[in-house]
């Protein structure tokens, strides 16, 4: 049922265009949309909006010629595979409604799990409106304080893949640049317009009073509830940002705080320049606070200059440590929301999850281990608030398909199988690779990795098919990540006891 067909690679030459000529030169369909969905893990979803027909069927390909970089995505093939290989296979039709989304914070509803991070994509009123009017289910607004923020410029920086995608994303930025009266007016504004959208107001201050005061001036403005940042890494002066954060009596302390401004409900953003989240959640928690919102971004440095000896971004020769968030984190945020989610001291507080999200399945991940809603940041800067289509069709289309009524019912159902340590894991059962031949093209690159980082458990023959010896092989699956076509596959196991065969062509 979640097997995949169709991967980023099969149209990396992709651009994902604002206002696609591919898009505008096609009468029969719309391939930006069906691109965009096979980008973001969602060729489900893009298989069913099909029409019954392959519109491409007797066409020349103008979408191909419209293209910016004409004839280089295969945009015809792509969507005669939609048809091929993955539209046979849909178990359902698209759900004719999205209500099986609807979920809540803290009892107040959403209608649906996606929120903006606090952060510059949530930091005016234009900005928040258009993402409402695309479907997002509300805003943390970007951290309000009561001094004044001046930004440096670059403030970006980027670990980015081979055909420039951002993998991990570096930033230096700090807190709004608006004053608390401006941001306090953006509130009324936005409430006015869209009642029903979701306005978490994320704050800081520099002492018990600047938090008391920021949390009775955003209820009283109509924020929905509060988020109060203890992790920004960028605003480490003066015991402020994720200082707070490591330190759980501070956190207490100022959450204490804010919780006497104001009675809507309060999360606290931890940071994860930490070894563990619980003692900060749980200090939270004796605070007042009713969630918690996890993680931010973690402290990094990307891009040394081999020239300047500065790393990225440079400000007139200098740099600093700044905050590291994007696709790349979400192994490290996985981790944190497990540790919450698990911790019983913490089952009644709502986990709000942010780290890398892009596609549906990313933010599914945080939901089947405890979060509540999700935040995404890195991804809207990226690929802008349009990615709401994929993340709300996709989520909903698998609930659907697993016959889930809400989120609810998906939520937590992968904590059971999670461990802090590796003591519990079976070891004697081995689990040999299955080498496809008709997708192997016999690059070898398995064949580099078993020798030289694994255990010479694989060659190549004269006529470079791949040769597998089952007496070396420990099952690792180091030759199945590194293989550029995917044509290794889970196989046989070996049961303790059993005897194997030493050496065996790659088709077994």
């Known amino acids: 049922m979640f097997i995949r067909k169709m991967y980023r690679s099969d149209m990396l030459r992709c651009v994902l265009c604002s206002e696609a000529p591919c898009s505008k030169s096609c009468g029969k369909t719309?391939?930006?949309r069906i691109l965009r969905s096979i980008w973001f893990d969602n060729e489900k979803v893009s298989a069913g909006i099909l029409p019954d027909e392959n519109p491409c069927t007797g066409c020349r390909g103008m979408c191909m010629d419209a293209c910016v970089r004409p004839h280089e995505v295969p945009i015809k093939e792509l969507i005669k595979r939609l048809y091929e290989d993955v539209r046979p296979d849909l178990e359902i039709n698209l759900p004719q409604n999205t209500d099986r989304l609807r979920t809540q914070i803290c009892g107040i509803p959403l209608e649906n799990p996606f929120l903006l991070s606090s952060s510059v994509v949530a930091s005016t009123y234009e900005m928040c409106a258009r993402a409402f009017e695309a479907g997002w289910a509300g805003a943390a607004f970007k951290t309000i304080c009561s001094f004044e923020i001046h930004e440096a410029s670059p403030r970006f920086a980027a670990v980015t893949g081979d055909n420039g995608t951002i993998i991990g994303f570096k930033n230096i930025e700090q807190l709004s640049d608006h004053t608390v009266a401006e941001n306090m007016a953006v509130f009324r504004r936005l409430k006015e317009k869209y009642p029903n959208k979701f306005i978490l107001a994320s704050i800081m201050g520099r002492n018990?009073?600047?938090?008391?005061?920021l949390a009775g001036l955003c209820q009283e403005n109509g924020a929905d509830a509060i988020?109060?940042?203890?992790?920004?890494?960028?605003?480490?002066?003066e015991g402020m940002g994720s200082d707070i954060g490591q330190v759980p009596e501070l956190v207490e302390k100022f959450t204490a705080a804010a919780r006497r401004g104001a009675d809507i409900p309060i999360l606290a953003k931890l940071t994860p320049n930490?070894?563990?989240?619980?003692p900060a959640a749980e200090a939270a928690k004796r605070g007042g606070a009713d969630g918690i919102a996890a993680i931010n971004t973690i402290k990094s440095m990307v891009d040394i200059n081999p020239h300047t000896y500065v790393s990225s971004p440079s400000v007139r020769g200098m740099s600093a440590i700044g905050g590291y968030s994007g696709n790349a984190v979400k192994p490290i945020a996985l981790r944190f929301i497990a540790e919450l989610a698990k911790n019983p001291n913490l089952s009644d507080l709502h986990i709000s999850a942010m780290g890398g999200i892009e596609t549906w399945k990313d933010a599914l991940e945080y939901i089947l281990l405890g979060a509540g809603s999700v935040q995404v940041t890195?991804?809207?800067?990226?690929y802008g608030y349009r990615i709401i289509d994929d993340l709300i069709s996709g989520l909903n289309y698998y609930l659907a398909e697993l016959g889930f009524q809400s989120v609810e019912d998906a939520r937590s159902l992968a904590l059971d199988s999670v461990s802090e340590t590796t003591d519990v894991l079976e070891r004697d059962t081995v689990?040999?690779?299955r080498f496809q031949r008709e997708k192997c093209?016999?690059?070898?690159?398995?064949?580099?990795?078993c020798a030289d980082g694994g255990h010479q458990a694989l060659s190549l023959n004269?006529?470079?098919?791949?040769?597998?010896?089952?007496?070396k092989c420990v099952g690792c699956h180091l030759c199945r990540l590194v293989c550029p076509q995917r044509a290794i596959a889970l196989g046989r196991k070996r049961i303790p006891g059993s005897a194997v065969r030493k050496r065996t062509d790659h088709n077994t």
């Open 30 to 32: 719309d391939p930006a």
């Open 208 to 213: 018990e009073e600047e938090w008391t005061e």
């Open 227 to 237: 988020e109060l940042n203890f992790s920004c890494p960028n605003m480490a002066d």
């Open 274 to 278: 930490i070894d563990r989240m619980s």
């Open 378 to 382: 890195t991804a809207v800067m990226q």
């Open 431 to 433: 689990i040999f690779p």
């Open 441 to 449: 093209i016999g690059c070898g690159r398995c064949v580099i990795a």
């Open 462 to 471: 004269p006529d470079r098919r791949v040769l597998f010896d089952a007496k």
